[in-house]
């Protein structure tokens, strides 16, 4: 009698069961080793296997981790390698790309992701093109619009393992994002490296085969469904037996059928039918640990790299593009900037669960990036400037929506300036210093210390003779900037003094009084500008209590409780107080950089032992209370995970600012932390108690619930990521790289994480994990030790979080217009209506802009006297469109506009 399987098919009537191997390595950039450690390394790799590659036949395909840096990091080293890497690559036997690294999706912008991806399919196009799969072999999971990217991009394969919830319980789904976008996604059931570490011996790979297959028998796809084996793992080397001990597998048995294979290769095979669906985020630790701490990890690296992201997506790039001429657009400018930034996206970089040189240089990066936005934007500001319609000062508006806000404005004077508010005031002043000509820097550095500012000066005369020595004079203020011929008289003072050294030298340094002033100016529009004339307010001022207790500017009134330093909101529409909110508490932290674990006896901090409060700003325009709060918090963890001991005393200074006419609290937080191992979280009471909080990821706000999804390994801690704001119920939080949150008390208030101090890369063994996640590596730059400051702000009511952000995050610029140019005296460069702005930028010398519709309504999005193409990720033309397109809910468009203004 035959011998039959389980659907009925005699054993010995089955074809072999394919396992596709995909020889593969993992090439993390950085991590526990620096990056030029870890890049030596790859060189060593690479060097030896290139060669193999071209010539073994058993060995002719090999996938290169997904990510062009890898190739770029090589190449640097070994530039002449790269026609070998081409032609291994047309040929099929080298798999590069799409990615230029693999990033985490939940820590950077929905932007970054994308230039992410566009800068590895650029860079794969010079190798013969990038891998057709959406390669995501580690992330810490992954943002609900992934899906939609990959579309975007042509893809309809997706490769995961990270993050996959236990609903799904097949080797493969359907992944869907909001808008309906569909991928393939293959699930890694057991990760990138099921086949790592091949054996030479083909029995014991037959042995390991047949384990596999057990292992993940009941998730199959049926029983003649092709097997994934991953062959790789983090920073393996190719191993040089592979054909061998394959062909040796297959000469010694029929049930398997093992070959080299591509992704590609393997996923067109793959089955598509009786596929399960999953729509949203992939964030469970069911089967996999998803890491759940690591949004809260290295807070400094969280908000640099808020404020690079802010700097070039909402600032830099909008005002480059609209007020820059096309030829002048900074192209090779902004690329180093986005290069800096998509590479510390890299997950263990911007995660920083790394060495602490790791951490260094992905701080370093986020500076140069973000000095490189600062410079553009001034440059944008300065040809706005020249081509303004009015003189004097315009505000320009850098987002697509009508704002109004409070600005700064430089006037000439001293006299009271309607509806302003005094933040600087410079007196007129005049100084005569004298001196040989020998003496000219130190009376100079005297002028400078005085306020006087010769290099700056607007009005500069000299005069200079061998009988009367030199005889200098300037005028300064603070609008005045120096002109090309006042640098060349300064320049020619220094000369004239150095030639009559022992002559007499006379300096005359006049001051013209001036003040920066906050106002309050109506609404701008959107992409455009609009003049500023003193006026008296025209919204109600900011009242602020003589004693700090509080201050209202008629929409709310903010009170500080001087017992605690919390503070309530009440809103003037009749709504009851909102009364507790920024309570900060601090408890003890006994995990590592990947996750949250507390002690095992835990001493929590939750009240100040004394409240001072100031008034630093007294309105009319802007009101600050400094509330500053005297704690004594254990000073570390005694042991591993055992209980907090020592004490520090740490004052938290805290910055309450109402602005007229807003209806947010913003907040900014000082404190040198001198304490280790703890955890500091601000927390914000709830007018009811809620089932869900909805925050902002990539191009979606996402709603979560009051739990999260553990496993067998990792408990599942419903500590959550949001980009720039979180709301629950009627509140909103919005924070500059604050990226944690957490429901409390059954949904009765929402903590954010301030700050999460360890010293170990990875632990062994946690009360929330129990494996390691990495080495065992003591580190101090997650420590946080020393001063920081963090910024986030309240908004109590329904208003639209996007608008909030642009009103907290993006202020309106002022400048100072020439008034050469005929024109309106208001008016937008880009009128542009209907969807969120993620990027406006220049391609080929037009404007293209992204749009994404957050919300499940049809949206149409309206770009009067405008006309152009949607077009894809790769820059292919769509769909014509012509001063208006649909965006369907949840969608994201990219359209490049005709012509240049």
Request: a negative charge.
């Amino acid at each position: 009698m035959n011998e039959r399987t389980d659907d009925g098919i005699p054993a010995g009537q089955r074809a072999p069961r394919l396992v596709a191997v995909v020889p593969h390595t993992h090439w993390d950039r950085e991590w526990y080793l620096p990056f030029q450690a870890f890049r030596l390394g790859l060189v060593e790799v690479l060097d030896e296997f290139l060669p193999r590659l071209e010539s073994d036949a058993g060995y002719d395909r090999f996938l290169l981790d997904g990510q062009m840096a890898v190739v770029d990091d090589y190449l640097e080293l070994r530039p002449e390698a790269a026609e070998v890497l081409r032609r291994l690559a047309e040929a099929g036997r080298l798999t590069v790309g799409p990615w230029y690294i693999l990033m985490d999706e939940f820590l950077v912008s929905g932007e970054t992701i994308i230039r992410n991806l566009q800068l590895g399919l650029e860079r794969a196009h010079a190798f013969g093109g990038a891998m057709s799969v959406g390669y995501l072999p580690d992330m810490f999971g992954h943002v609900a619009q992934m899906p939609q990217l990959l579309r975007l991009a042509g893809f309809e394969h997706a490769v995961v393992w990270r993050g996959v919830p236990a609903a799904v319980d097949r080797s493969a789904f359907r992944w869907q994002a909001p808008d309906g976008s569909t991928v393939r996604a293959e699930y890694l059931l057991v990760g990138y490296g099921n086949g790592a570490a091949m054996p030479a011996d083909p029995a014991a790979l037959v042995r390991r085969a047949e384990a596999h297959e057990a292992e993940t028998a009941r998730f199959a796809l049926g029983a003649d469904a092709p097997m994934l084996w991953m062959n790789g793992t983090d920073h393996q080397a190719p191993q040089p037996w592979l054909g061998e001990v394959l062909a040796g597998a297959n000469a010694a048995q029929d049930h398997f059928q093992f070959t080299v294979s591509s992704l590609p290769e393997y996923l067109a095979k793959a089955p598509t039918d009786g596929l399960p669906s999953w729509q949203g985020e992939l964030r469970s630790g069911a089967r996999a640990n998803l890491l759940m701490g690591v949004g809260s990890n290295r807070v400094d690296v969280k908000i640099a790299a808020a404020r690079a992201e802010r700097a070039l997506e909402r600032v830099a790039e909008p005002l480059c593009a609209l007020w820059l001429a096309p030829d002048k657009w900074p192209g090779p400018e902004l690329r180093l900037a986005w290069e800096n930034v998509i590479r510390n996206s890299a997950h263990d970089s911007i995660c920083a669960c790394s060495h602490d040189l790791v951490g260094t240089s992905v701080l370093h990066r986020y500076s140069e990036a973000t000095t490189i936005a600062e410079v553009l934007r001034w440059r944008a500001l300065e040809a706005a400037a020249a081509v303004m319609p009015v003189r004097g000062p315009v505000v320009l508006n850098p987002s697509a929506r009508a704002r109004s806000g409070v600005v700064e404005v430089v006037v000439d004077g001293e006299d009271p300036v309607a509806g302003g508010q005094v933040v600087e005031q410079v007196a007129a002043r005049v100084m005569e210093v004298s001196g040989v000509g020998a003496d000219l820097g130190n009376l100079l550095g005297q002028l400078e210390e005085a306020g006087f500012r010769p290099n700056q000066a607007g009005e500069l005369a000299l005069d200079a003779d061998q009988a009367a020595g030199v005889s200098l004079s300037f005028v300064t203020g603070a609008t005045r900037q120096r002109a090309f011929t006042g640098a060349s008289l300064l320049a020619e003072a220094w000369a004239q003094a150095g030639a009559l050294a022992d002559r007499p030298l006379r300096i005359r340094a006049e001051r013209s009084g001036w003040q920066r002033v906050a106002v309050h100016v109506a609404a701008v529009p959107g992409y455009g500008w609009a003049p500023w004339d003193p006026a008296p307010l025209t919204v109600v001022p900011v009242l602020v209590n003589p004693d700090g207790a509080g201050m209202g500017n008629g929409i709310i009134d903010v009170a500080v409780d001087a017992s605690d330093g919390t503070w309530s909101i009440t809103p003037m529409d009749g709504r009851p107080a909102l009364t507790g909110l920024d309570r900060l508490a601090d408890d003890g932290e006994a995990g590592d950089t990947y996750n949250y674990a507390p002690p095992v006896i835990d001493t929590v901090v939750d009240r100040p032992e004394s409240v001072t409060i100031d008034v630093i700003e007294a309105g009319p325009v802007r009101g600050v209370l400094r509330v500053t709060r005297r704690y004594t918090l254990p000073e570390r963890l005694a042991g591993d995970a055992g209980s907090r001991v020592g004490a520090q005393r740490i004052d938290v200074v805290t910055d309450v600012e109402l602005r007229a006419g807003e209806d947010v609290v913003r907040v900014s937080a000082s404190f040198d932390n001198r304490c280790r191992d703890h955890r500091l979280r601000a927390w914000f009471p709830l007018p009811a108690p809620v089932a869900g909080s909805r925050a902002e990821c990539a191009f979606a706000v996402v709603a979560r619930g009051l739990d999260a999804e553990g496993g067998p390994h990792e408990l599942g801690l419903p500590t959550f990521p949001s980009r720039r704001f979180v709301s629950a119920g009627a509140v909103t939080v919005l924070h500059e790289g604050l990226l944690e949150y957490e429901l409390m008390e059954d949904g009765r208030a929402l903590a954010l994480t301030l700050l999460r101090a360890n010293g170990m890369l990875s632990r062994p063994v946690l009360a929330t994990r129990d494996n390691s996640a990495g080495p065992s590596l003591p580190l101090e730059g997650p420590q946080m030790e020393g001063p920081l400051t963090v910024r986030y702000a309240v908004h109590y009511g329904d208003r639209d979080p996007y608008e909030l952000a642009d009103q907290v995050w993006v202020p309106l610029e002022v400048v100072t217009g020439a008034g050469q140019v005929a024109g309106p005296a208001r008016g937008s460069a880009l009128d542009l209506r209907g969807a969120e702005v993620s990027a406006l930028l220049r391609v080929g010398g037009r404007l293209e802009v992204r749009v994404f519709n957050p919300c499940d309504e049809e949206a149409t999005v309206v770009v009067p006297g405008r006309g152009g193409w949607l077009v894809d990720l790769r820059g292919a033309q769509l769909e014509r469109f012509e001063e208006s397109f649909t965006l369907r809910p949840w969608g994201i468009a990219t359209a490049r506009l005709d012509g240049h203004p």
